[in-house]
């Protein structure tokens, strides 16, 4: 009689246990408030997946920023402090194809919703990176390869942050791909 008396109430006490597991994940999923903006994952991901990121320079620490993530076509963007929260600093990486082995993204900043380019596709050494409407031309699409610079398909130079300056508002340009970390990107 024991051990069916044991048996029924530990029976009692898992469904008790699965009723007030299902309940708290229930009510959890209620309370937690739906997110207008996308909020970047904290964490490193190496390798871009489609979504959006901070995009961090190596050397300066700063992010990739469009000033006050005004949608003013051919504004350059800059670096700035990666202080978490400001749509300025986000950016989307969508998925629009692959050279080789390696993904091609057109890069739209979240607040301006223009893409990341270099103005005509023009190849000249330090030729600012800026913002335009988004279309379909090569100087709006960018792999971001194993070492993590950001390359341009149109120029196939590096998005860069000028003598490795550490200077919030710093305009970002292009540059012949090196190893330097003023030309490596972390996204998170």
Same mark, same amino acid.
């Given at each position: 009689m @024991? ?9 009692v006490?898992?469904? #008790?246990?699965?009723?007030?597991? $299902?309940?708290?994940m229930?009510? $959890?999923?209620? $309370?937690a ?5 996308p909020?970047p994952?904290p964490? !490193?991901?190496?390798?871009?997946s +489609?979504g959006?990121y901070?995009?961090e ?17 051919g504004? %350059?963007v800059v670096?700035?402090?990666c202080?978490?929260?400001a749509? @300025?600093k986000?950016w989307?990486? !969508?998925a629009?194809?692959t050279?080789? !082995?390696?993904?091609?993204y057109?890069?739209?900043?979240? #607040?301006?919703?223009?893409? =990341?380019?270099i103005?005509?596709g023009?190849t000249?050494q330090?030729k600012p990176?800026?913002q335009?409407h988004?279309g379909n031309?090569? +100087? ?5 390869? !194993?070492?993590?610079?950001?390359k341009? =398909?149109?120029t196939y130079?590096c998005?860069?942050?000028p003598?490795g300056?550490?200077?919030d ?13 003023? %030309?490596?990107?972390?996204l998170y």
């Amino acid at each position: 009689m @024991s051990t069916l008396r044991s048996s029924s109430i530990g029976s009692v006490v898992r469904r #008790a246990n699965i009723t007030v597991g $299902a309940g708290v994940m229930v009510f $959890a999923a209620m $309370a937690a408030p739906a997110l207008a903006d996308p909020v970047p994952s904290p964490q !490193d991901v190496g390798a871009a997946s +489609e979504g959006y990121y901070y995009v961090e320079n190596y050397n300066s620490g700063d992010c990739v920023a469009v000033p006050n993530g005004l949608p003013d076509p051919g504004r %350059q963007v800059v670096q700035w402090s990666c202080l978490p929260g400001a749509d @300025s600093k986000i950016w989307y990486f !969508d998925a629009v194809g692959t050279v080789g !082995d390696d993904v091609v993204y057109q890069i739209s900043n979240h #607040a301006s919703k223009m893409c =990341l380019a270099i103005g005509g596709g023009d190849t000249t050494q330090g030729k600012p990176a800026i913002q335009w409407h988004c279309g379909n031309g090569n +100087e709006q699409k960018w792999v971001y390869d !194993d070492a993590g610079r950001l390359k341009n =398909l149109a120029t196939y130079k590096c998005l860069a942050v000028p003598d490795g300056s550490h200077q919030d508002g710093k305009g970002l340009v292009q540059w012949s791909c090196g190893s330097g970390n003023e %030309q490596k990107w972390r996204l998170y």
